[in-house]
Nanobody, 115 residues
């Protein structure tokens, strides 16, 4: 079982920035493929960004260079730095881990972009 704990969400004005963190306690974090997804009511959960154990990254088409995903294996943590936030980025953001064929989710953190 992999526990994922997200933090860093909140309210930000359009054009602002936030950094989300996801801690994944466990000595084998370095082999996890990690990702961030988001979901708004009535819509499917969508990929925001992902980073493999080998540090390859993938982003959702809507990101368009605004977000950065990174990981610190020494801290068992993955980060999502979000810049130039838009109201349409408002959603619950979920951390995701894939390891040995199993998928795990955090409880989510709310991001609200509003003036």
């Amino acid at each position: 079982q992999v526990q994922l704990v997200e933090s860093g969400g909140g309210l930000v004005q359009p054009g602002g920035s936030l950094r989300l963190s996801c801690a994944a306690p466990g000595s084998i974090f370095r082999i996890y493929n990690m990702g961030w997804y988001r979901q708004v009511p009535g819509k499917q959960r969508e990929l925001v960004a992902a980073i493999t154990s080998g540090f390859s990254t993938t982003f959702g088409d809507f990101v368009k260079g605004r977000f950065t995903i990174s990981r610190d294996n020494a801290k068992n943590t993955v980060y999502l730095a979000m810049n130039s936030l838009k109201p349409e980025d408002t959603a619950v953001y979920y951390c995701n881990a894939v390891v040995t064929g199993s998928t795990y989710w955090g409880r989510g953190t709310q991001v609200t972009v509003s003036s």
